[in-house]
């Protein structure tokens, strides 16, 4: 009878080994294939970012490293199993081994998922920087084409002093004296100023990026009749010329959502008005590239 209770106890301590060894064993597995999982994440990452192939060389060499005592600790386990009826201390060393083994590991799982996270808010902010740099670089170019083109085909006029093109903080300036698009006191566009126009038009369609602003300015000389009766100021005067430029470039087929014109009559002047000279300058029409809001 004694012998038979001994047995039974032996067999109830075996299966408890039993039970607790295969729980720790499935707990361990499902950590290695986790970190198997994280690895080849890690590894289709290392084609983003060439800055961090060496740490990444390393994380991998650790990986199969680890790989290699898993295989070895997984041989072990295989046999204390055969062996537990025989020394069921081994089975205790063996389930401290593996709970150390366990714990390195989830440090390295840890690590794992924080270099994945650093990849990924890495290449975040390059993909970013390489998006705004791109952006600025096409904006550079078509600038310069725009810039280009203008001071060509506008070169015989430049020479002459009748237009000017200056370009300040992004914005593209064409400046065009009165004279060569109006008749004195009238705002309806003369056909030598249509010629001067037409070569704007072909740039101007180009642009798709930029608003087309149109300013109608002039001299501090009052408007005397009969044109006073037609623009009783120089407000009214520089508002039609300014309307009738932008409608003609929207029927040359500038799309008019790109189009503004402003009047500013005498209040925005660019030299005196006390000389011939400084009145001429400040009777202009100003064509303004501004980037879109």
Known sequence: MPKKIVLSFLALLLAAGLSACSVMQGTYQKKVDEADTLSKRLAAL???????????AVLKADLERMTLQNEKLATDLSYVTDQRDKAVSDKEELDRILKARSDNLSQTISELRKKVADLDAENTKLQAEN???????????????????????????ISQGQVAISELKGKLTVTMVDSILFDSGKAEVKRGGIEILGKIVSILKDVSDKSIRIEGHTDTMQISRPPAQRYPTNWELSAARAVNVARFLQDQGIDPANLSAAAYGEWKPVATNDTAEGKAKNRRIEIILVPKE
């Open 131 to 157: 998006a705004s740099l791109a952006k600025a670089r096409e904006e550079q170019v078509q600038k310069s084409s725009t810039d280009e083109s203008m001071l060509e085909k506008m070169k015989s006029e």
């Open 46 to 56: 290392q084609k983003k970012n060439d800055d961090l192939i060496a740490e990444n």
